[in-house]
Each structure stands twice: as C-alpha cells, then as structure tokens.
C-alpha cells in the first residue's frame, strides 16, 4: 500500500474490533495470510503514515467517536 496505516491487531472487544475493523489474519503457524485493514483517513483528515495517524489521534478526547475512512483487501 502506498499510503495509510495497517491495522496489525484489532482486539476483540476494544472499539477498532466492535466497529468491524480488522488487523492482520495469520495462518496456524503464525505466518501472514491477509493484510489488515489500511486507514487512509480519520474525520476527514488524510492519513499517508504513522505521524498523521497519531498527530490525528493526540487531537482526539478519550472515548470521542469518530469516522473512519479505510481500504480492505477482500
């Protein structure tokens, strides 16, 4: 991907996880089977790489709702 930022993990039960975004799927041995979901942009902003997601998110309030623009694979 070119730009954004790929979700590694999404746990279950934590807000990325309950909003259906998915982080990387690994097969039994542990070996990458399909990419996460890549976010590109979080209220409006664009995200290319890691500075814009957590300058976007220290801007943020803890438990603030947001909208989530994202690619996925399948």
């Known amino acids: 991907y070119e ?3 790929m979700i590694e993990r999404a746990f279950p039960g934590r807000a990325a996880a309950k909003a259906g975004l998915r982080g ?6 542990g070996l990458p089977a399909e990419i996460g979901d890549i976010i590109v ?14 300058r976007v998110l220290r801007e943020l309030r ?5 909208k989530v ?4 694979a399948s």
């Open 41 to 54: 942009g979080i209220n409006g902003e664009r995200i290319d790489d890691v500075e814009d997601y957590e």
């Open 62 to 66: 803890p438990g603030a709702e947001v």
């Open 69 to 72: 623009r994202y690619l996925r």
């Open 24 to 29: 990387v799927r690994y097969t039994p041995r």
């Open 3 to 5: 730009r954004g930022v």
